[in-house]
């Protein structure tokens, strides 16, 4: 669970970067090279906040709010295909 935990984190600085090559040059891979990078970050977040929320049940509605966030991002970007960026 651990290497989830520092890959979640390690994909903040990836999503930074892609998301600021996005702005500036206005290329869509590093505008869905960072929407990746989020959706990858908060794909490994999960499992680590889901075991832990046995042991602390206050920890359920962050576990739903991953969840719903997981689902509505992945659909978000497969709809992002359909359209011309």
């Not at 891979?29 to 970050?41: M, T």
């Not at 908060?42 to 046995?54: C, D, G, N, T, Y």
């Not at 992945?74 to 359909?82: D, F, K, P």
């Amino acid at each position: 669970m651990v290497a989830l935990f520092v890959f979640s984190l390690l994909t903040i600085p990836v999503f930074l970067v892609l998301g600021l090559v996005a702005q500036i040059w206005r290329v869509t891979w590093a505008k869905r090279g960072s929407e990746v990078a989020v959706l990858a970050g908060v794909a490994a977040l999960l499992p680590v906040v889901f075991e832990r929320a046995f042991e602390k049940p206050v920890l359920w509605p962050g576990v739903v709010l991953l969840a719903v966030l997981l689902v509505f991002g992945v659909v978000m970007h497969v709809r992002s295909y359909r359209k011309p960026s």
